[in-house]
């Protein structure tokens, strides 16, 4: 009896570990990103090596890339020479080594985690890695996806394998189903707060249960996004009709019988039943409430209502707190706020433009407040336009920009000021992670969005209406 | 690589737990297109305050924090981003270990391959190190134990092929490379 992630790690053994070696671990699918990538090219360069898959390996530019709209055709300035200097490597190297690249002026750039998945390229059974460590987000389509390093970046491109130790497994089991008003981002963030930032760590999560069944596409791939903020090696869900529904068709998913193939062997993937996890940890899905974080980890979250914690004599705790300008004991609703982001690889698809689209028709944003809406990538924000969202977002007063990781990491210039306060749907709230100073709460769109409403924290269930 | 088997050090201490990639090296920094030069910005926004001027109060920045080679931190150092520039950023100031209760995995990973030792040690020990910054002791990879002044020992543990790596210099690509028949083997199963 195997679990889904053993019948992956099996399947991609190409040497099995030994007590003085780690596996060797093949890779279906290597994303490339301008960012963590030229220092492993350098290695290449030096060791005169050439990437031994250029057809596995996929590349985009997301992090350092502007968002403003510029007519002509290369759309607004980098925020800096040495960003420029990075997208430029990214272009040579992957002409260099031909390798296929989404760059600037293709329609079908996006963020890395963003792009794999609506292609179809990111599938079932595949083991999947890039130099971002939210790389887990494709585990929602039952592959074994993680993040590495740019030395890693180097191994892959040279020999399309890893070596890895295999890590212990997670199973997290989330019952019934989640109640109006709430996200799969308040699922995951309800996880996080249970287990703590460093509770997966050494482990790979298979998230299960009717709670998660339930869920979309794009919601699973929500909640495997967010499993390295648990500390999680990796993410995962076994596939399904939803699954399956969501790939037919993409332009890089199988056709004809090579789809009926992989239909026999995807089929093949779920864990077999009564097969043991190293940990099982629980949730009672009907429970989970909106959540938002009011401290400097995606740990330090509660739900929408509830009141900021007081732990007296912890003094990295108050240090959080004076970071955040938050008094202990304090509600979180109805505190001011500045900013407020939609977008990133955790909230930037389709699903979660429309879900605060649907808060903010017929409202405005209210005054003071900046709203930045940018689709997690070209294909997420042609889609929007064909439906109208971005006439409701301008018209809500929000603006509307390109694809890119944004003020999620805020190395592109859109940053967060310091000392504001910013309602956002990206993945971490850092110190600094928007900006030097800036405050983030994470939150679902639907939160982020009520609260570009009223200009203050909001739980969203008071503008859904009945 | 050089070879690493022991070296003596005294302690910075950075007690916060959960010490993210973040803070290590924020976002802004990473865009380079080498390795080298990060350790002016290691830390930097805990280091230096909007001006630029550096934080008298923070432990990197005290007369007695110069040429240690070793940071002791609260638990689960490392988490967030998969950035090497985390590790690049901690050698190129002259870290050579990182003692804790807990460091994250991708954070380990890249640390092990560029030299820099990620040492979990028992929380007795740990809260030892945390209590008495500026302590001399020595880290020996061979035997693996970090010897604390008095003579006691903190065991710990590196994956056995990383340590291979690290007692002798090598680097894992070449090994990886020496695959190449097995790897050859599952690409013709797979196609």
Known sequence: ?466 | MQPISQFVSRTVVLPAPNIDTDQIIPARFLRTTVRSGLGRELFHDWRYDSTGAPRPEFALNQPAAQDCAILVAGNNFGCGSSREHAPWALLDYGFRAVISTAIADIFTSNALKNGLLPIVVDAASAQWLLDNPGAEVRVDLERGVVVLPQGREARFQIENFARYCLLNGVDELGYLRSQEAAIARHESRGA
């Not at chain 1, 399309?160 to 089991?173: D, E, I």
């Not at chain 1, 809406?373 to 924000?381: A, I, N, W």
């Open chain 1, 1 to 466: 009896m195997k679990t889904m992630f053993q019948k992956i790690w099996e399947r991609h053994e190409v040497v099995p570990e030994t007590e003085a070696t780690p596996a060797v671990l093949y890779i279906d699918l290597h994303l490339v990103h301008e960012v963590t990538t030229p220092q492993a090219f350098a290695v290449l360069r030096e060791q005169a090596l050439r990437p031994r898959r250029p057809d596995l390996t996929l590349a985009t530019m997301d992090h350092s890339t502007p968002t403003r709209s510029v007519p002509g055709p290369d759309g607004a300035p980098l925020v800096s020479e040495s960003a420029a200097r990075q997208i430029a490597e990214l272009e040579r190297n992957c002409a260099q080594y031909g390798i296929e690249l989404f760059d600037m002026r293709n329609e079908l750039r996006g963020i890395v985690h963003i792009v794999g998945p609506e292609l179809g390229l990111t599938q079932p059974g595949k083991t999947i890695v890039c130099g971002d460590s939210h790389t887990s987000t494709h585990g929602a389509f039952g592959a074994l996806a993680f993040g590495i390093g740019t030395t890693e970046v180097g191994h892959v491109l040279a020999t399309q394998c890893l070596l890895q130790r295999r890590p212990k497994t997670c199973a997290v089991n989330v019952s019934g189903a989640l109640a109006t008003g709430v996200t799969a981002k308040d699922l995951i963030l309800a996880l996080i707060g249970q287990i703590g930032v460093g509770g997966g760590t050494g482990h790979v999560l298979e998230y299960r249960g009717s709670a998660i069944r339930t869920l979309g596409m794009e919601e699973r791939m929500t909640v495997c996004n967010m499993s390295i903020e648990a500390g999680a090696r990796a993410g995962m869900i076994a596939p399904d009709d939803t699954t399956y529904a969501y790939l037919e068709g993409r332009p890089r998913a199988p056709r004809g019988g090579a789809w009926q193939r992989a239909l026999t062997e995807w089929n093949s993937l779920p864990g077999d039943a009564g097969a043991a996890f190293d940990r099982e940890v629980t949730l009672e899905g009907s429970r989970i409430e909106p959540m938002i974080t009011f401290g400097t980890n995606p740990g330090m979250v509660m739900p929408i209502g509830a009141c900021i914690p007081t732990q007296v004599g912890d003094a990295v705790f108050s240090k959080a707190m004076s970071y955040m300008g938050f008094r202990p004991g304090e509600p979180i609703i109805d505190q001011p706020v500045n900013v407020v982001f939609i977008g990133s690889c955790t909230n930037g698809r389709l699903s979660d433009l429309r879900s605060a689209a649907q808060l903010l028709r017929g409202h405005k944003v209210a005054r003071g407040v900046q709203m930045l809406v940018v689709p997690g990538s070209q294909q997420v924000k042609k889609a929007a336009e064909a439906e109208g969202l971005d006439r409701v977002f301008i018209d809500a007063g929000a603006e509307w920009r390109e694809s890119g990781c944004s003020m999620c990491i805020g190395m592109n210039g859109d940053n967060v000021g310091a000392g504001q306060v910013s309602v956002s749907t990206s993945n971490r709230n850092f110190e600094g992670r928007q900006g030097p100073g800036a405050r983030t709460l994470l939150a679902s769109p639907l939160t982020a969005a009520a609260s570009a409403v009223r200009g203050r924290v909001t739980d969203p269930r008071t503008l859904l209406g009945g």
